[in-house]
């Protein structure tokens, strides 16, 4: 193997880890993000935690299919969350107005 291919081959494995390293960066982050909205939400709206947590996931999954996800996730998960709890309460009404009936 020549010098050349060499330093070739180095630079696209230090490219490559540059990469990975940047990728688990923006998913610490993001897991962050989830972990402070589950502490912060999950008391003031009324939402089961599995959930919550599901809301946060689709959230999570859309926001990666763009090209800033550390930035779209946040109001991605306060709209899933909202509409989470928006489902619930309207579960829980049509609960009671059925043991109503």
Do not use: D, H
Request: proline share 3%.
């Amino acid at each position: 193997m020549n010098t050349y291919q060499g330093a070739k081959e180095s630079a696209i494995k230090t490219a490559a880890n540059v990469c990975i390293e940047s990728c688990q960066r923006l998913a610490a982050q993001i897991e962050q993000l989830k972990g402070n909205f589950l502490a912060e939400l999950q008391g003031t709206l009324e939402v089961p935690e599995k959930l919550f947590q599901l809301a946060l996931n689709e959230a999570e999954a859309v926001a990666w299919q763009t090209g800033y996800p550390q930035l779209v996730f946040p109001a991605l998960a306060l709209e899933k969350v909202q509409a989470a709890a928006g489902w619930n309460a309207r579960q829980k009404f049509l609960r009671q107005k059925n043991l109503v009936a």
